[in-house]
T-cell receptor
Framework: GQSLEQPSEVTAVEGAIVQINCTYQ??????LSWYQQHDGGAPTFLSY????GLEETGRFSSFLSRSDSYGYLLLQELQMKDSASYFC?????????FGAGTQVVVTP | DAGVTQSPTHLIKTRGQQVTLRCSPI?????VSWYQQVLGQGPQFIFQ???????GRGNFPDRFSARQFPNYSSELNVNALLLGDSALYLC????????????FGPGTRLTVL
C-alpha cells in the first residue's frame, strides 16, 4: 500500500533551524518533491530529489535516502515569512502524492 | 512570463449541478495535472494530461472528467455535485510528463450548497 508520514506541526523562533522529516511507502517511486503553501495560496515548488543525497537551494536543503524511504527538508535562518505548510510529495508513477503536510510556525 | 492561470477564482453551486473549471498552463508546458485540496489536507491527485492524452487518474469517481486542448489548456468537469466536492481545485503544469517541477495555479474555490 501507500503511506506518507510527516509531523503535523513544528514551532521555532526566528533564526533557528527546522528539520521536517518525511517517511513514505509507495510503488513506482521516481523521486521526492517538497512544496510550500501559505494560507490561502497555491503550493510553491521548493525542491526535488531523484537521487540519494543532499540538495541545497539557498536557506532550504532537502535530503533523500531511497533505501530508507526517507527524506527531510531543512529550513535554515528561519524568517517570519517561512510560516506556512510544507508538503513532501513522493512521485509515484509520475503522480505526486501529498500528505496532510507540516505546519511550521515561526515566532519572534 | 505569465504563470498558471485558472478560472473562475470562486464558484458557488448547489448539489446535483455540474461545474467546469479551466486552466491555462505556463507557455511551453505540455503537461497539466489537476488536484483537489480539502481544507486542512494536502492536494489529492485527480488527473494528469500530456499532449492531450490522459496519462494518470487518481481515486476519484467517474463524475470527474477532464480534457486537454491543442493549445495545452485544460478543463475539469464535475457532474452531479455533492457537498463533499467543496474544495480548492488546483491545476499544475510542467514541461513534460515528468513531475520533477510542477507549477501550481492559484486554484478555484468551489463551494457546493
Amino acid at each position: 500500500g501507500q503511506s506518507l508520514e510527516q509531523p503535523s506541526e513544528v514551532t521555532a523562533v526566528e533564526g533557528a533551524i527546522v528539520q521536517i522529516n518525511c517517511t513514505y511507502q509507495t510503488s513506482g517511486f521516481y523521486g521526492l518533491s517538497w512544496y510550500q503553501q501559505h494560507d490561502g495560496g497555491a503550493p510553491t515548488f521548493l525542491s526535488y530529489n531523484a537521487l540519494d543525497g543532499l540538495e541545497e537551494t539557498g536557506r532550504f536543503s532537502s535530503f533523500l535516502s531511497r533505501s530508507d524511504s526517507y527524506g527531510y527538508l531543512l529550513l535554515q535562518e528561519l524568517q517570519m515569512k517561512d510560516s506556512a505548510s510544507y508538503f513532501c510529495a513522493p512521485d509515484s508513477w509520475g503522480k505526486l502524492q501529498f500528505g496532510a503536510g507540516t505546519q511550521v510556525v515561526v515566532t519572534p | 512570463d505569465a504563470g498558471v492561470t485558472q478560472s473562475p477564482t470562486h464558484l458557488i453551486k448547489t448539489r446535483g449541478q455540474q461545474v467546469t473549471l479551466r486552466c491555462s498552463p505556463i507557455s511551453g508546458h505540455k503537461s497539466v495535472s489537476w488536484y483537489q485540496q480539502v481544507l486542512g489536507q494536502g492536494p489529492q491527485f485527480i488527473f494528469q494530461y500530456y499532449e492531450k492524452e490522459e496519462r494518470g487518474r487518481g481515486n476519484f469517481p467517474d463524475r470527474f472528467s477532464a480534457r486537454q486542448f491543442p493549445n495545452y489548456s485544460s478543463e475539469l468537469n464535475v457532474n452531479a455535485l455533492l457537498l463533499g466536492d467543496s474544495a480548492l481545485y488546483l491545476c499544475a503544469s510542467s514541461l513534460a510528463l515528468s513531475t520533477d517541477t510542477q507549477y501550481f495555479g492559484p486554484g478555484t474555490r468551489l463551494t457546493v450548497l
